[in-house]
Nanobody, 124 residues
Framework: QVHVQESGGGLVQAGGSLRLACAAS????????MGWFRQAPGKEREFVGR????????MYADSVKGRFTVSRDNTKNTVFLQMNSLKPEDTAVYYC?????????????????WGQGTQVTVSS
């Protein structure tokens, strides 16, 4: 079993920055990639970005490309989501998830392990 836990959410003004962290524990050797997803009120959960555990390749949703960066610290089994130039439409609950697939994915069904989420609110 793999456990993941997010931290670092909060309230920030538009144009500001915030960094989220996600710590993985348990059978972390199973992890192939870590993904970030978000769900805004009244909307479906959507892919934000992901990073391969080995090699560190990344993939992003078009809506955050150039503003958000996913990075990792393998020594601490932790991934980060650096969010810059935040907009009110980035307001959502942000989730971290772990995948054991042998390929990177932006499909939430490919991520069996999920954190509880952390709220990010961007004020205008």
């Amino acid at each position: 079993q793999v456990h993941v836990q997010e931290s670092g959410g909060g309230l920030v003004q538009a144009g500001g920055s915030l960094r989220l962290a996600c710590a993985a524990s348990g059978r972390t050797f199973l992890i192939n990639s870590m993904g970030w997803f978000r769900q805004a009120p009244g909307k479906e959960r959507e892919f934000v970005g992901r990073i391969r555990w080995s090699g560190g390749s990344t993939m992003y949703a078009d809506s955050v490309k150039g503003r958000f960066t996913v990075s990792r610290d393998n020594t601490k089994n932790t991934v980060f989501l650096q969010m810059n130039s935040l907009k009110p439409e980035d307001t959502a609950v942000y989730y971290c998830a772990a995948s054991t697939l042998g390929r990177g994915s932006k499909t939430e069904n490919d991520y069996p392990y999920w954190g509880q989420g952390t709220q990010v609110t961007v004020s205008s």
